[in-house]
């Protein structure tokens, strides 16, 4: 079952799992207890970390704004492909 959550969930699961996670032999031991607590999947709960720690630069990986960024430029470019198939078919 897909759920949304609110930002404000996501930013409060990931602060109780920071004050959890000392608490806990391992991260994803912390992760389950959170996401249960919450009544949430850990997998979302595990994805949530993995993002806030690639966006923190704790972890190599694409930023949120550098994925969003690129969505943007890509959508760009197809339109700019597509204006110029219509001039060069009116040329």
Known sequence: MNRKYSPEMRERALRMLAETR????????AVRHVAGLLGMSPETMRLWQRRFEVDAGVKPGLTTDAAAEIKRLQKEVSELRKANEILRAAA
């Open 22 to 29: 000392p608490s806990h032999p391992n991260m994803m031991s």
